[in-house]
T-cell receptor
Framework: KAGVTQTPRYLIKTRGQQVTLSCSPI?????VSWYQQTPGQGLQFLFE???????NKGNFPGRFSGRQFSNSRSEMNVSTLELGDSALYLC???????????FGPGTRLTVT | GNSVTQMEGPVTLSEEAFLTINCTYT??????LFWYVQYPGEGLQLLLK?????DKGSNKGFEATYRKETTSFHLEKGSVQVSDSAVYFC?????????????FGKGTRLHILP
C-alpha cells in the first residue's frame, strides 16, 4: 500500500507570496492532519480534516487555511508569506480521526 | 487538557548503551499512547503503541509500557546502534474525547556515538 505523499518536496518563495501544498493520504484513510515543524517551536498542529470537514484547528493565523476533497486528498494554503513561515510542513493521514497517524516526508518551505 | 511531557534532549550515548527516554502524560480519559521516530530529512514514523494500561508496545528492539499509576510511557532499548540516531516523539490520543486531537511531545533528539 502506498504511503502518504506530499508535493512538492521543496519550495522557495518570496515574502508576500502565497503557496499551496498538497497531500495524498494512504488509500482508505479519511483523516488528514497538517503540522508545521521548526527547530524553535518543534511540531505544531495546524488543522485536521475528516470527510471534507475541518474538525480541529491549531493556534495559527487565518493566513493558514486548508481543505479536503472527496477523495480525501488535502491541500493547505499559506497566503502573504512571512519569513517565519519557513518550516517543514508535514501531512499525516489516519484511518479515522485520532487513530494512529502515518506521516508523509514533508514539504520544506523556505521563504526569502 | 491533555498533555505530554518528554525529557529534554539531546541525549548522547555510545553504541550498545542502554537507552531510556522519559515520557509522562496528563489525560482525563483513557488515552492510547504512541512513540514516533523521525530520522534526518524524513517525516515521522510510528515506532510503537499501547492502547490500555499495562500494555507493552515493542518494535525494532524498542519497548514502552503503559503505566497508568505513574502516567508514564518511557521508551527503552537495551543496546542502541548508530542508526537509532533520530528524534523521538511521545504522543497520546484520547478516543473518548470527541473534540481532542493527537497530542505530541516536543521531541527528544538522540545521538549515538560509534
Amino acid at each position: 500500500k502506498a504511503g502518504v505523499t506530499q508535493t512538492p518536496r521543496y519550495l522557495i518563495k518570496t515574502r508576500g507570496q502565497q503557496v499551496t501544498l498538497s497531500c495524498s493520504p494512504i488509500s482508505g484513510h479519511r483523516s488528514v492532519s497538517w503540522y508545521q515543524q521548526t527547530p524553535g517551536q518543534g511540531l505544531q498542529f495546524l488543522f485536521e480534516y475528516f470527510s471534507e470537514t475541518q474538525r480541529n484547528k491549531g493556534n495559527f493565523p487565518g493566513r493558514f487555511s486548508g481543505r479536503q476533497f472527496s477523495n480525501s486528498r488535502s491541500e493547505m494554503n499559506v497566503s502573504t508569506l512571512e519569513l517565519g513561515d519557513s518550516a517543514l510542513y508535514l501531512c499525516a493521514s489516519s484511518l479515522w480521526t485520532k487513530y494512529e497517524q502515518y506521516f508523509g516526508p514533508g514539504t520544506r518551505l523556505t521563504v526569502t | 487538557g491533555n498533555s505530554v511531557t518528554q525529557m529534554e534532549g539531546p541525549v548522547t550515548l555510545s553504541e550498545e548503551a542502554f537507552l531510556t527516554i522519559n515520557c509522562t502524560y496528563t489525560a482525563t480519559g483513557y488515552p492510547s499512547l504512541f512513540w514516533y521516530v523521525q530520522y534526518p530529512g524524513e517525516g515521522l514514523q510510528l515506532l510503537l503503541k499501547a492502547t490500555k494500561a499495562d500494555d507493552k508496545g515493542s518494535n525494532k528492539g524498542f519497548e514502552a509500557t503503559y503505566r497508568k499509576e505513574t502516567t508514564s510511557f518511557h521508551l527503552e532499548k537495551g543496546s542502541v546502534q548508530v542508526s537509532d540516531s533520530a528524534v523521538y516523539f511521545c504522543a497520546l490520543s484520547d478516543l473518548r474525547n470527541r473534540d481532542d486531537k493527537i497530542i505530541f511531545g516536543k521531541g527528544t533528539r538522540l545521538h549515538i556515538l560509534p
